[in-house]
């Protein structure tokens, strides 16, 4: 287990490697990063000055060694356009991105786990063939319409939900929590349910199907045999073994969260990492697009690396081996 | 009459042949794909003819006449009278020339952007399959990392790269062509697993050995030999990455980094269609939405049945 452990990580530790690398030959290749920092009227001299200041007359290994090594302390430089440390822009925006992500992805296993059971269980129930038939929509709908969508019923009609921004935050130390504050959570619903969607008709239709697998098979003919009460088969036998699919879909699935808060933050303008993304991809403000890339690379990393140890929580059979999970 | 000549007898039988295949059966007895591909078929017209059957040009400045702006589909203008079937958005643009036009500038990009992706795809595929060792490693490692990146993020990155390689006066020109590329590079590693495995399985049949023997190069045979006995899986894949492709387009049109303002696809209406939720103008959202929402509905819905139809398996 140790051994596999180690070979996790060490795979997670090329992959940043080689993001890093990416971050930064779009760093020193697109567009000229001095003449980007320095004003119109800088002179020859100067200019020289700060290439020197930046190192870019290093040669390329020791440039990207220094790039890595200021990656790592969390020194991203400076904001082309808006002439702030990246640092900043981003720990500003990091609470936004993350309680949306997080409270997505709450919303989606909750629902979706008991919406696939449901359907699971009442294989020809009108409500279950009615969540399926939507469940087919869903995918085809683009997540920018799901919101916009949102807005028009609960914004612009009924007039019950705040259309943009995360209303009022709280400070705790440097986070910010919109948790805590009535507008804050009102705030929260339409983006929550909009970047919730996609990822709740994934989660229900893997968690129907796995189920239907699992309740065929003779472990739990036997539990019925037993007189166990259905309830019980259908959470405490059938459930549990469709767990280890559906966790490792759910954390691979936390990436595209992030990716898809991209277009959910723009549609309700909300102040997080997707929007400053957005942003700088529209003005070519290439270090906050590599600070953006390494954030979005280390949260892959760690819920890969996560979904990897659960495997040893979820599985019994798992621990003990030194054998990898399949997937 | 005149009996047939034989050019004619031979279109025929073919004709017959295709009308009697698996495929065309399966076509036959699926409601759900025949009301699928009618859509696809009537949008795909409208797009294709779109400058002979608009209405307006709807995007030559001088056809338009702010005094009809905001007229409510299907009433007259208060103004001139004229009815407009969609309505007409703030500028008097009529919106059903706009949706035409619109999804002229989405099919192309998506189009495009999914051979520009087979190309990529299948031909790394291949390689990988056929050479095998190392030149598979790699490439298949890339294409494991490609995979694991939402598609978005990448066409979102090859897109603000472009942008700062390009100069800014060419921007607008470029637009259309480095959107192609940037959906297209983030869509080619499902074409290259799905080359890659049946690759493997036909590399070792007997008319590949047979080609070996006979002294064909690599290439050659990856070409001549194994390519058409792969393409298979590759329709299917896409024909679903062809939906793809169009919300991709869209997406990033409403993010404000797709096509420039001036050749407006379908996303860029909605964006546009956007500020005048809030003072009931609903139409300039809806009809693009709409048009988006049936062109991937149906196109991924055709995808599923071809899927199942060129499945053995389910027959």
Known sequence: MIAYILRSLAQAVMVMLAVALLAFSMFRFVGDPVANMVGQEASVAERAELAERLGLNDPFPIQFFHFVRDMARGEFGMSYRQGRPVRDLLAERVPATVELALLSSLFALVFGIALGVYAAINRRGILANAAMSLSLIGVSLPTFLIGIGLIYLFAVELRWLPSFGRGEVTRLGWWTTGLLTETGRKSLIMPVLTLGFFQLTLIMRLVRAEMLEALRTDYVKFARARGIPERSISFRHALRNTMIPVVTIAGLQFGSVIAFAIVTETVFQWPGLGALFVQAVQFVDIPVMAAYLMFVALVFVVVNLSVDLLYFALDPRLRGTTAAPAR | ?315
Not at chain 2, 55 to 65: E, K, V
Not at chain 2, 191 to 213: F, P, Q
């Open chain 2, 1 to 315: 009459m005149r009996a047939p000549t034989p050019q004619a007898e031979r279109f025929s039988a073919r004709l017959w042949r295709a009308w009697d295949s698996d495929v065309a059966w399966s076509f036959r007895h699926s409601p759900i794909a025949i009301v699928a591909a009618l859509t696809v078929v009537v949008l795909l017209l409208g797009a294709a003819l779109a400058p002979l059957i608009a209405p307006q040009n709807a995007f030559d400045a001088a056809s338009l006449n702010l005094m009809e702006g905001f007229t409510r589909p299907g009433e007259p203008s208060a103004v001139t009278g004229r009815v407009f079937l969609l309505g007409t958005d703030d500028q008097g643009r009529d919106m059903l020339s706009a949706i035409l036009y619109g999804s002229r500038v989405s099919l192309l990009v998506g189009f495009a952007s999914v051979v520009f992706s087979i190309a990529i795809g299948v031909s790394l595929g291949l390689m990988a399959g056929y050479l095998g060792g190392r030149t598979d490693a790699f490439i298949m490692r890339i294409a494991d990392i490609q995979l694991s990146f939402p598609a978005i993020l990448i066409a979102l990155l090859v897109f603000g790269v472009a942008r700062g390689l390009i100069k800014p006066q060419y921007h607008e020109q470029a637009a259309i062509i480095v959107l192609i590329i940037a959906i297209g590079l983030s869509n080619w590693a499902s074409y290259a697993r799905t080359v890659r495995g049946s690759t493997l399985v036909e590399k070792n049949k007997d008319y590949v050995m047979s080609a070996r023997v006979m002294g064909r190069s690599a290439l050659a045979i990856m070409g001549r030999h194994v390519l058409p006995n792969v393409t298979g899986p590759v329709l299917v894949i896409a024909t679903i990455n062809l939906a793809l492709a169009i919300i991709a387009e869209s997406t990033l049109s409403f993010l404000g980094v797709g096509v420039p303002p001036t050749q407006p696809s379908l996303g860029t209406l909605i964006r546009v269609g956007q500020q005048f939720l809030f003072s009931g103008e609903w139409w300039i959202l809806f009809y693009p939405a709409l048009d988006l929402v049936l062109l991937a509905l149906s196109i991924n819905l055709l995808g599923d049945w071809l899927r199942d139809a060129l499945n053995p398996k389910l027959r």
